[in-house]
């Protein structure tokens, strides 16, 4: 039977307060396994992005409970959330997310340099995933410099770089042409039956819904359908 | 990296870098030149001070400088001498007689104070010889040669070769004595007091008028080697009680001209805190504007596992950086700045403050100690205005931040 690698027990989240308070999320059960390549779909303002910050622990859950790789998200504090996701988690936001005054090489060894990965181990593992991603030759090039895909596969090599449990991923493909983001699926999706790596995505793309193995459709903060493909 | 990566933000925006840096660094200027002229001002008052009569240190009988008394003259005089030849950092010394006294003239009378000196050794030691504005110096140790400053000499309408009658008390009898001199020269030092109403006159003579003759009052001394205060580096061991003699230096001789190089430290220190931390409330705005204008961007950097207490670090690097610049720029500046007046002072001549006139113009001078310590007060400010944006950036929430985006 396949890991679970997190576990959402009847999470609520609210906004605000009183006659403002606006419930983005409502009894949310859900288990991610490991190697699962899922999209939480739905539409605008259905919890999508909350649900997807409470998986990581960038957000707090009003009540319930989130396990990821098997540690409560609740019970660490700050600095231990952030040691956490640079050791287990991968993020990929919407475009243009890489830090700017830093290149393509240590955008993406960034994450390893606070892991403290010796110098020779991360140099091999990010020119594996520059020659992955078609992004040799690039190295040395500020975000300002590359095209929006191509900033999208540096997001995705420092994501995947440091060998995380799982990759969330926010409309990883928002701002980009539909053959760009294609590809960038293509190779998520390579990454994921070659490496088992487990991808989880919040996202309205129809392309991402196609390729997804699972689909979890969010309304009004309800998980209301569940269904693997 | 957290510091690569402070380097790089802080060039992101370069004029408002500069303009940054150029606002520490212009402080760091100030309070290096008003450092540097204070000690300059400082060294000049003490040098005058010094030169002109007091030297660096003198040695008394117990109680003559309080009664001034002709009779309270430096016990065991031998062995006093001995000690100050043994000491290899005494660069001359001066034994004098001072006494209260009348001088007479034809053109009326004034007190004064008269010192018996050795022309030779006094050279060594004040600046008598290089005053002299007619006439000379003194010549001999003995003999009827007097000098005296021009405006005692204005007031009695003295003119060179004139005859003098001194009169004061001798020490044996406390009987009024007299003796004739015939002036010699008229100095000019700038000093008031001494030009209105001291005469020297040769030691011997004035020995043998008070019947003092082996005694002295005084000693005065001067040190070759001296700390940037004008103090001795290795001064005489201080007398014991038993000898009944003192021996106190110039700081002692005149605490408040010491007083006012203390009272200068003291204010320059209130005066640099009170600029340094005008600059630093600026630094805190402009790091607080650089912090929210990348307010995404710190969302990002903590939401891929930066601690927080590694993101604050990235703010207080790109404070540590921003000194570093304005310290370089600034000390730059403050070296260009003090090497023009260096080269040009600033004219103070005749001007008196504290019972020391300036006879020379007043001329930058440094003191190492403060050149390390005034780029390090500017560094620690400029840190201590980047505590709290490092604070906000600690506590701030990524998810927060994230919202921040800029579209």
């Known amino acids: 039977m396949e890991e679970t690698v997190i576990v959402a027990h009847k999470i609520f989240k609210a906004f605000g307060e009183g006659e403002t308070e606006i419930q983005a999320l409502r009894n949310v059960d859900l288990g991610i396994k490991r190697g699962d390549f899922a999209a939480i779909v739905g539409p605008s303002g259905s919890g999508k992005t909350t649900l997807l910050n409470i998986l990581c622990g960038l957000d707090n859950v009003s009540s319930g409970e989130i396990k990821v790789s098997g540690r409560s998200l609740q019970e660490m504090s700050g600095s231990e959330l952030a040691q956490f996701r640079r050791e287990h988690i991968g993020l990929v936001f919407q ?4 830090i700017p005054v830093l290149t393509v090489l240590e955008n993406i060894e960034y994450v390893m340099l606070l892991q403290h990965v010796p110098a020779a181990d991360r140099k091999e593992r990010v020119h594996t995933f520059l020659a992955e991603l078609g992004l040799e030759g690039k190295e040395n090039k500020f975000p300002a410099e590359l095209s929006g895909g191509q900033q999208q596969r540096v997001a995705i090599a420092r994501a995947m770089v440091s060998k995380p449990d799982i990759i969330l991923a926010d409309e990883p493909t928002a701002n980009l042409d539909s053959e760009t983001g294609g590809q960038l699926l293509e190779m998520m999706r390579k990454f994921n039956e070659e490496l088992k790596m487990t991808f989880v995505f919040s996202t309205h793309d129809p392309q991402i819904m196609e390729r997804a193995k699972r689909l979890i459709t969010l309304t009004d903060g309800r998980i209301v359908s569940d269904e693997l493909k | 990296m957290l510091l690569k990566l402070a380097w790089r933000n802080l060039w992101r925006n370069r004029t408002r870098t500069w303009l940054s840096a150029l606002v520490i660094a212009i402080g760091l200027v100030a309070m ?30 117990l109680g003559f400088r309080d009664e001034q008394d002709v009779k309270l003259t430096i016990n065991d005089l031998d062995q006093a001498l001995l000690q100050l030849e043994k000491h290899p950092d005494l660069k001359a010394r001066s034994l004098r007689i001072v006494t209260q006294s009348m001088l007479s003239s034809s053109g009326g009378g004034e007190p004064v104070l008269s010192l ?7 050279q060594l030691l004040s600046k008598f010889d290089e005053a002299i504005i007619e006439g000379e110096y003194l010549d001999s140790v003995s003999g009827q040669k007097l000098i005296l400053g021009w405006k005692l000499a204005e007031k009695l309408e003295l003119g060179l070769g004139d005859r003098l009658v001194l009169t004061a008390a001798d020490a044996e009898s406390g009987e009024m004595v007299q003796e004739l001199f015939r002036l010699s020269g008229i100095f000019k030092t700038g000093e008031e007091k001494m030009d209105a109403s001291m005469v020297l006159v040769a030691r011997k003579t004035l020995q043998s008028m008070l019947k003092l003759e082996g005694r002295i009052h005084q000693i005065a001394l001067r040190y070759s080697k001296l700390t940037q205060d004008g103090t001795p580096v290795n001064p005489l061991k201080k007398p014991d009680d038993s000898s009944k003699n003192e021996l106190l230096l110039w700081t002692e001789l005149m605490p408040s001209l010491y007083m006012i190089s203390q009272m200068t430290d003291l204010s320059m220190a209130i005066m640099g805190t009170i600029l340094f931390l005008i600059i630093a409330l600026g630094i805190t ?4 504007m650089g912090l929210y204008e990348r307010m995404f961007e710190f969302g990002v950097i903590k939401s891929i596992g930066t601690t927080p207490w590694q993101a604050a670090r990235i703010m207080l690097f790109e404070a540590v950086c921003l000194g570093f610049v304005s310290i370089i720029v600034g000390l730059i500046l403050a070296l260009f700045v003090t090497a023009l007046f260096v080269n040009y002072g600033i004219d103070y001549t005749g001007i ?4 020391v006139t300036f006879q020379e113009k007043i001329y930058p001078s440094y003191k190492w100690s403060r050149l390390v310590l005034y780029p390090f007060m500017s560094l620690g400010f400029t840190l201590l205005a980047s505590l709290y944006p490092a604070f906000k950036l600690w506590k701030m929430l990524p998810v927060e931040a994230l919202r921040k985006r800029k579209f």
């Open chain 1, 95 to 98: 475009a243009y997310n890489l």
């Open chain 2, 352 to 355: 008196e403050f504290s019972g």
């Open chain 2, 32 to 61: 290096i030149f008003m450092d540097t002229m204070m000690v300059g001002m400082n060294t000049n008052m003490v040098k005058n001070a010094t030169d002109s009569l007091m030297g660096h240190a003198q040695m008394h009988a």
């Open chain 2, 285 to 288: 705005n402009t790091l607080l």
């Open chain 2, 116 to 122: 018996g000196v050795d022309p030779e050794e006094e």
